[in-house]
């Protein structure tokens, strides 16, 4: 029982300061999503094969799936296939997991499903992304450099920190209960990237819009699907209803 008592204490301790150092507590932002703006899922799906696919696999999307986001085997040949040299191939990282593991202490997650997988009571899985890819700072603590405020020490490191430039959190103390805790206020901005703020945001929420575009294909096609089927489904039950009646009128 007093082990129990003890890991309980610790837990909290640890929550506590995950919070108190603006980490787990940070509100996530409302991910730009729009599957149907496909200049959007092009460009994210030019971010996703040149940042992400290094390490991270989509095992469950093929390379020819993209035809649906308006992009021909042509242009998908001549810009994306950098991992495999067939078009009809799975999205798989060139990375050696071994190396992975020992580089970051674990085989980075395949990225198929992961806008759908990461959901909270904070949001989408999609605003949870469209926050981790934007609060990342400078750690010099840290193996890689790097620390996250929506995923407090990640061991992935910032892989478009040329294009954001290198930043640093600002808090606030302020007295909560009793105790201080530091709450974000702000960036500052160390060292400036190849991009302005407003165009990272747009270019990371062109990639969350693929992330979750990714995760379902046929969102779109099931949607229209649906409402077929509900008008199929309404007008069968009105001629259903007018037969129904029709046959009973003369038994009434």
Not at 2 to 15: F, N
Not at 116 to 136: I, K, N, P, V
Not at 216 to 240: D, H, N
Request: charged fraction near 20%; hydrophobic fraction near 40%.
């Amino acid at each position: 029982m007093k082990k129990y008592i003890l890991a309980l204490i610790t837990a909290l301790s640890l929550s506590g300061a995950a919070q108190a150092s603006g980490g787990e507590g940070i509100a996530w932002d409302k991910a730009p999503v729009n599957t149907s703006d496909l200049t959007s899922l092009q460009n994210g799906a030019k971010l996703f094969v040149n940042y992400c696919l290094n390490c991270h696999s989509a095992a469950f999307m093929r390379f020819n799936r993209l035809q649906d986001i308006g992009l021909t085997n042509e242009q998908i040949k001549d810009n994306l296939l950098f991992t495999t040299d067939k078009v009809g191939d799975t999205m798989k990282a060139s990375i050696d997991p071994k190396q992975a593991k020992d580089w970051f202490g674990g085989n980075p997650p395949d990225l198929t499903l992961i806008a759908r997988s990461r959901a909270g009571h904070q949001g989408s899985g999609a605003d949870y992304l469209y926050t981790y890819l934007r609060t990342y700072y400078v750690d010099d603590t840290k193996a890689t450099g790097w620390n996250n405020l929506a995923f407090p020490n990640v061991g992935m490191p910032h892989v478009l920190w040329e294009l954001q430039g290198k930043r640093r959190p600002v808090f606030d103390t302020k007295k909560e209960h009793g105790h201080e805790v530091n709450v974000f206020k702000g960036w500052e901005q160390v060292t400036p990237g190849t991009m302005t703020p407003l165009q990272y945001d747009q270019n990371i929420g062109d990639l969350v819009n693929f992330l979750q575009w990714m995760g379902e294909p046929a969102q779109k096609s099931r949607v229209q699907i649906g409402v077929w089927v509900m008008l199929f489904l309404l007008i069968f039950t009105f001629i259903a209803w007018r037969l129904n009646a029709a046959y009973w009128k003369d038994i009434k």
